[in-house]
């Protein structure tokens, strides 16, 4: 996915911050274990601690800086029993013994690692043509609007799961759906790329925001029966017209922002039946709401990871405190990075939930050049 639809939360620099201790932590515990021998003489003794230092170091390191590590843990004890000859001879033999057998499964417990490293590497990279494929490239220009958005795993390791989105320009207008699909893992993975097909054929077939909806829950109910998986989905889909004009249709989605120059606020719209859930509660046409978007104004749509998230408090996120910036709804990707650094600064970088977000933007001066 492009660099302007994801990025880490607040999360990154602690987790190097993790790492960087943990090179530092042998070479600290090494320079201790020297100072204390030199400072105390034979009243303490520390160097049986030496053999820490090996193991320490693979964690984080090579299995080459291990050797150096137990090659200098060796000399330095050594050095101790050639100053102070009151060190037991056979003591220091066992563990001279013990360093080179502690500093050889490090150093195998290191290209180990290292090993499987590469194989989560290979794995991500796998993950991330999987996400090209389902979740295409947004143009930041399309259909006379502005747009910007993000997906953010909940789990640092996964790439893409079961919030979706699309925008296509069509016929009927720029077409933006937003959705979130109930469950995790791979089922939640296909039905996502099930729902996106239903969409991006529906959008240029149908002429009603509504039917696409129709087409969404059929292609969703359809795969139900074949898997016996029945997992269902909300979706917000917004159908955009070069005015301004804005038609949605709320299938159990969290409601959109409007944001202008001078405040947010909540769209109040129906909740409308899941998608997937057509046959068994849908009894009465799907609603269609309307809506005009003013020029220098931005419709955000975001999943419940967004708004459900909570602080270490459990306290819910304040999306509208995120959004209060003075004429924030011009830029949609200033909107974006509003939302996205405000939850990150109340989660800590802590998701429990995918989030994702997208914003339109309508341009000060009308209909976009394209």
Known sequence: MPSRFSGP????????????????????????????????????????????????????HGWRTVVASGVLAWGTQLVFVWLDPTYSAVGSLTRLIAMTGITTAGAIASVARERGEERIRHMRSLAGGVQQAVLRPIPALTGGYQVAGFYQAAESDARVGGDFYEALETPYGLRVVLGDVSGKGLAAVDATVTLLGAFREAAYREEKPEAIAHWMDLALSRRQEATGDRRFATALIVQAGPDGLLRLVNCGHVPPWYVDGDSAHELRLPSGVLLGLFDHFLTDPLPTVSRTLAPGSSLLLVTDGVTEARDDRREFFDLGGALCEQGLGRNPVAVKDAVLTGLGHHTGGRLCDDAAALVLARPDGGRARR
């Open 9 to 60: 939360l607040l999360g990154g620099p602690g987790e190097r911050t993790r790492v960087s201790r943990l090179r530092l932590l042998p070479w600290l515990l090494w320079a201790i274990t020297v100072v204390v021998e030199f400072a105390t003489g034979s009243d303490i003794r520390l160097s049986p601690v030496l053999a820490v230092v090996p193991p320490l170091v693979a964690i984080a």
